[in-house]
């Protein structure tokens, strides 16, 4: 062995050798997801709006805006809290890792943040052709701002039920169903009949497509590795997840689809906000059951 070779092994640092013990990523985090499919999914569903039914979008560009500006803070500030260092956080940037996850997505939610807070300023000064131009690359921007937790969970080793393909697909469903679900609300009477029905299907699709993606992990999942089959038994049976998820699995999804083909055969809109309010309190708690029971699972 060279010298050089016997030096570097002498001076090796061990900088962990145990498994964290218990939960690493607590509800910050949660939040930190949720804040962020609000505010990526407002942008999605007022871009719908703008191809389908333009004439609702005139007096919500503004509330738009500034409601995405307000959750992609929470979600940005939430993030912060959840550092190990947070005032080392300038290291990011000026010490970049671009194979990180958390590099990508900072620069990436910093620049959404940027554009957003234009388009604050172009919807206050009413310039609706410039707020236009910049909001089609503020939609384009958002997909991979709500996409970048499913690279986040998926480069976790040993967390088999953090998977990349389906953990893309549950972001942007969380966006647009968060978004629908929002923007009802945000709408008012702002919107026509017609643009709620629409904002209604985007909900009701988005709760099914997920529910689906759910319920097949959860009876699929077992089956392809024995580390998705202990993780899940915190939420079958006696588990002490098992009320929170079903509970998260009914109000983000089945009973919020129920309401909307109820609303759509009464044409009521209190029955569509009900569903609206629902999904978004749902949403919680689906996404906190998922990010914690894997962390439940003892690594050794």
């Known amino acids: 062995m060279a010298a050089h070779e016997i030096l570097a092994a002498t001076n090796a640092v061990v900088t962990l050798d145990v498994a964290l013990p218990g939960i690493v990523w607590p509800w910050f985090v949660t939040m930190n997801m949720w804040a962020k499919s609000i505010g990526t999914g407002v942008i999605f569903m007022l871009f719908v709006l703008m191809r389908m039914h333009p004439e609702s979008v005139k007096n919500l560009r503004l509330p738009t805006a500034i409601s995405a500006f307000v959750f992609i803070n929470i979600f940005l500030l939430f993030t912060l809290a959840d550092l190990h260092q947070p005032f080392r956080m300038w290291h990011i940037f000026f010490y970049p890792h671009l194979t990180s996850a958390i590099t990508i997505g900072s620069f990436m939610a910093s620049a959404f943040l940027g554009l957003l807070t234009l388009l604050v300023f172009l919807a206050w000064k009413k310039q609706d052709e410039t707020y236009d131009k910049v909001f089609l690359w503020v939609t384009i921007l958002a997909i991979p701002v709500t996409l ?7 480069q976790c080793t040993a967390r088999e039920l953090w ?3 389906a953990e893309s697909a549950q972001m942007i469903l969380a966006a647009t169903l968060s978004g629908s679900a929002f923007m009802i609300l945000l709408g008012g009477n702002k919107l026509t009949y017609e643009a709620k029905q629409t904002l209604g299907v985007v909900l009701g699709l988005s709760a099914l497509m997920a ?7 959860y009876v699929f999942g077992p089956m392809k590795a024995e580390e998705i089959a202990a993780t899940l038994e915190y ?4 588990g002490p997840y098992t ?3 079903w509970l998260a699995q009914w109000m983000t999804f089945i009973i919020p689809m129920g309401l ?3 609303s759509r055969s009464s044409k009521s809109e ?11 309190v749902g949403l919680f708690m689906v996404k906190h059951v998922w990010l914690i029971i894997p962390q439940l699972l003892p690594m050794s």
């Open 148 to 154: 970048y937790t499913a690279a986040l969970l998926a």
């Open 163 to 165: 998977q990349m393909p």
């Open 211 to 217: 529910f689906i993606i759910y319920m097949s992990e």
């Open 235 to 238: 939420i079958k049976g006696d």
């Open 243 to 245: 009320v929170m998820f």
């Open 260 to 262: 909307i083909l109820l």
């Open 270 to 280: 209190a029955i569509l906000k009900l569903a609206a309010i629902l999904a978004l």
